[in-house]
């Protein structure tokens, strides 16, 4: 049972530079959300699903760009990096009649923007 | 819109002490509402949850009981432990958008 995997675990990047972060689910979740954690900032919302085909903007949504081709996989991609989007991403989903149910997160990646 | 109030830390008790970390959620609808504990280097994990007024989450020795009146969930412990040391996200749904609080840090020593 491997729930939410992420890749990369860490990645730098140098400013200008694009990259793709990978969101992968095997438990036919509908709902996805990506999220970014910065120190004394908790969770913050870039983007989210619905379900295939749907994403929408979250709090954060600037310099990233989602799409949601399949149930299984919501990729994040940053478009041109900057040193402002070092954090730590994660990444989550959460099942039909998700209003009961937890959201599960991936183990998170760590980018840093040089 | 919505959002979630948690109480700033961090924290720092003696083991055996008593841990409350307060959380309120405010909101046009009637969430369900959890608690994440996230351990330093990993992602978020479910602590324990509660879908209805006065349901009680409890789990590893935590508890939190839905309050409808204040839309509350507080965590509790009676006892913590070294192992407890971790930060902890308040969270209520909001129709596909998961609203968290900022998080509390608790740090426990021996």
């Known amino acids: 049972n491997a729930g939410v995997t992420q890749t990369p675990k860490f990645q730098v990047l140098k400013t200008g530079q694009s990259m793709t972060l990978q969101c992968a689910q095997d438990?036919?979740?509908?709902?996805m959300s990506w999220y970014r954690q910065d120190p004394g900032m908790g969770l913050r919302l870039i983007h989210y699903?619905?379900?295939?085909?749907?994403?929408d903007q979250g709090e954060v949504p600037n310099g990233y760009n989602v799409s949601r081709s399949t149930t299984e996989d919501f990729p994040l991609r940053l478009l041109s990096a900057a040193p402002s989007q070092t954090s730590v991403y994660f990444c989550?989903?959460?099942?039909?009649?998700?209003?009961?149910?937890?959201?599960?997160f991936g183990q998170g990646t760590r980018l840093t923007v040089v | 819109g919505d959002s979630v109030t948690q109480m700033e830390g961090p924290v720092t008790l003696s083991e055996e002490a008593c841990l409350t970390i307060n959380c309120t959620y405010t909101a046009t609808g009637y969430p369900s509402l959890f608690w994440y504990v996230q351990y330093p280097g990993e992602g978020l994990q479910l602590l324990l949850k509660a879908t209805k007024a006065d349901d009680k989450g409890s789990n590893k020795g935590f508890e939190a009981t839905y309050r409808k009146e204040t839309t509350s969930f507080h965590l509790e412990k009676g006892s913590v432990q070294v192992s407890d040391s971790a930060v902890y996200f308040c969270e209520g749904d909001s129709w596909g958008k998961f609203q968290f609080g900022a998080g509390t840090q608790v740090v426990v020593t021996p």
């Open positions: 699903s619905v379900g295939a085909g749907i994403t």
């Open positions: 989550a989903s959460s099942g039909t009649g998700w209003r009961f149910t937890e959201a599960f």
């Open positions: 438990m036919n979740h509908e709902y």
